[in-house]
């Protein structure tokens, strides 16, 4: 494993898609808690912006997340809520300063 690796999601949901999106989201949670690697991760819903959801995550690596990221129910959440984003998922690993 490469170390732990800090991942924060930002998705936007078209405005009226707001509960299609918080649904396919919350599907993804138990899933992904499950994985080999995943050390936590979390969902949010902006109280500033309705609609948009960040998750927190923290990872034993960067395979772990690429594993995450091509996993099928990640692949059945934007499926599920593709047409209802704003726009693309942003996905922001990050390092510590």
Same mark, same amino acid.
């Given at each position: ?27 993804l ?6 994985? +080999?690697?995943? $050390? &936590? ?6 109280? @500033? =912006? /309705? *609609?948009t ?13 690429? +594993?995450?990221? $091509? &996993? ?6 934007? @499926? =599920? /809520? *593709? ?15």
């Open positions: 494993m490469s170390g732990e690796l800090k991942v924060v999601a930002v998705i936007t949901a078209k405005p009226g898609s707001e509960q299609v999106v918080r649904d396919a989201l919350n599907a949670v138990a899933p992904t808690r499950d994985e +080999a690697g995943c $050390q &936590s991760y979390d969902l949010y819903e902006s109280v @500033a =912006a /309705a *609609g959801f960040v998750t927190l995550e923290s990872w034993s690596g960067q395979e772990d997340l690429d +594993a995450h990221l $091509q &996993s099928a129910h990640v692949g059945q959440a934007f @499926a =599920a /809520a *593709g047409e209802h984003l704003q726009s693309a998922p942003g996905i922001h690993p990050l390092h510590a300063l």
